[in-house]
Structure formats: C-alpha cells, structure tokens
C-alpha cells in the first residue's frame, strides 16, 4: 500500500539546523527521517502516558 506523504515546514535557526544535520547524518539518516522518526517516537509515548490517537476523531 503507498501512504501518502504529506510536506510539512520547519523555520528554525540555522545552527540549530546544522546540529541537527550532525545528529541525522550520525543516525545514518536524512534529516527528513530523522525528524520522521523524533515525532514517530514523540507520538508514541504521549499514548503510553495518556491514550491511543484514534485518526477518525481528529
């Protein structure tokens, strides 16, 4: 099955952005995943702490 991606804009300042380059590049990962995989792990604990995000009430 083929998700569709959706683009998503980030402003924030330029040496944050290159430490975060830094960051993704040590995880062998694009920026891109790396932030894909931040807000994959972000999503997961708030279920863990509060409930399961159910799409179809959002």
Same mark, same amino acid.
């Given at each position: 099955?083929?998700? /569709?991606?959706? #683009?998503?804009?980030? @402003?924030? &300042? +330029? $040496?944050? *952005? /290159? #430490?975060? =380059?830094?960051?993704?590049?040590? &995880?062998? =990962?694009?920026? &891109? =995943?790396?932030? $894909?995989?931040?807000? =994959? @792990?972000?999503?997961? +604990?708030? +279920? #863990?702490?509060? $409930? #399961?995000?159910? *799409?179809?009430?959002?």
């Amino acid at each position: 099955m083929i998700q /569709k991606m959706s #683009k998503f804009t980030v @402003r924030v &300042n +330029e $040496e944050t *952005l /290159k #430490k975060f =380059r830094y960051v993704a590049e040590y &995880n062998a =990962r694009s920026a &891109n =995943r790396e932030l $894909e995989f931040l807000m =994959r @792990r972000h999503i997961a +604990e708030f +279920e #863990k702490t509060h $409930e #399961k995000i159910i *799409l179809s009430e959002l």
